[in-house]
């Protein structure tokens, strides 16, 4: 009997340590599975994030350039020049900007002397839009722009005042 009672007893805790080798099992188990889940969640967080700012980058501008010829109307006066002009006109005006621009630009080809452009649809250049134009601004918080304009610029101070849209294009045609 006391082999049959110790066979009983040998057999419950083989039984035993195979529960709890199986227990740990299951915990080892449920943990790699738990971790491979996060695995896998962090590989497709990843692609798509990758692909989102592949499709930013697609719409961004791959090269940035910076105009020293467009500047605010607040620095007019502040040009490293001697004698320059200014010519102010509406950029979002489709027919006006398109007329001065090539105006513009034939000039800068032909011409030594500098012209810097100043786009009054910007916000920037709003406070110094009116109804009625300063011509003889003596300085930059004298300006009022009331349509296109060319200033000759020197020394810093404004000795020529051109208004309206074709007195602009005889002067730099």
């Known amino acids: 009997m006391a082999k049959k009672k110790k066979k009983q007893v040998d057999e419950k805790k083989k039984e035993e340590v195979l529960v709890n080798v199986t227990k740990k099992l299951w915990a080892v188990f449920g943990i790699l599975l738990f971790l491979l889940l996060f695995y896998l969640l962090a590989i497709y967080i990843t692609n798509k994030n990758a692909d989102d700012s592949s499709k930013k980058d697609e719409d961004t501008p791959s090269e940035v350039s910076i ?62 839009i009116g109804d009625e134009a300063n011509t003889t601004p003596a300085s930059v918080s004298d300006m009022v722009i009331s349509g296109p304009t060319l200033m000759k610029i020197s020394n810093r101070e404004v000795v020529e005042y051109i208004q309206g849209k074709e007195d602009i294009e005889k002067y730099l045609g």
């Open 67 to 128: 105009s020293y010829d467009n500047i605010i109307l607040g620095r007019s006066l502040d040009m490293s020049d001697d004698d320059y002009l200014v010519i102010c006109y509406d950029f979002s005006d489709e027919e006006i900007n398109s007329t001065f621009s090539s105006l513009v630009s034939s000039y800068r080809n032909k011409e030594e002397q500098k012209i810097y452009s100043v786009d009054m649809s910007s916000s920037f250049n709003k406070k110094y």
